[in-house]
């Protein structure tokens, strides 16, 4: 029998789905994901991770669940470039925000499935991808009635309203947009991270240059 191939460093060592009462990693951040079947039919909501991505183990063709953060050291590193307050501030105005929105998930997913359909048929996809766009846009106007009113909250974490606008949009256009997969990154472009704190900017772009940051 051959040795067994060693775990990668950044692998996540956590048992997936997470529980919904998961703490067991400083830079934990839930992210509900709604997976599709092999026919684009939405499946049952699991809770995820911000940072956990899919990569491969070239030595074997196998893939695995990594961490896009880095290794345990890494993790901790971000979570205390960010704060630990701060994150669990950010974590339940996240959580918050998912269910002002809530109701229109589940039609959204749907209609990605259907698109996508669409696209690996090569049929016309307008009507779904516009269709899309006017749930999106009903999405956003209920999430700004609950960001109108939570502006105390997002100024204490550093977030401003005119910001969390702007990525939310820009999520909801990647999300349409993409037309190859529902496992869908955003990268923050630097105009949205203009005038952000340290802290923050870190928490958006774990990559970007780091100055000292409160270890709260």
């Known amino acids: 029998m051959g040795q067994s191939m060693a775990r990668p460093s950044d692998a996540c060592p956590y048992q997936k789905p997470f529980p919904p009462d998961f703490d067991e990693c400083p830079a934990f951040q839930p992210r509900q ?3 599709l079947d ?6 049952q909501p699991v809770v995820t991770c911000r940072h ?4 491969s183990l070239r030595e074997r ?11 345990a050291a890494a993790r901790r590193r971000w979570a205390l470039a960010v704060g630990t307050k701060r994150l669990a501030a950010i974590s339940e105005i996240q959580a918050q925000m998912g269910r002002a929105i809530g109701g229109d998930i589940q039609r959204l997913w749907q209609l990605k499935g259907q698109q996508l359909q669409a696209f690996r048929a090569g049929s016309d996809a307008a009507a779904l991808t516009r269709e ?11 999430l700004l009635k609950f960001l109108n009113a939570h502006t105390d ?24 947009e993409t037309r190859y997969t529902t496992e869908v990154t955003l990268e923050v472009p630097d105009s949205v991270l203009e005038g952000l704190s340290d802290p923050v900017r870190t928490f958006f772009r774990p990559s970007a240059p780091k100055t000292k940051a409160p270890l709260s």
């Open 153 to 176: 909250s997002l100024t204490e974490v550093g977030m401003p309203m005119g910001t969390m606008v702007q990525m939310t949009r820009l999520a909801f256009d990647h999300f349409i």
């Open 61 to 71: 063709h196998h893939w695995y669940g990594a961490c896009g953060l880095g290794d």
């Open 52 to 55: 956990l991505e899919t990569r």
């Open 132 to 142: 899309l766009r006017m749930l999106s846009d009903r999405a956003l106007a209920d």
């Open 33 to 35: 994901f709604i997976p």
């Open 38 to 43: 092999t026919l684009y039919q939405p499946l």
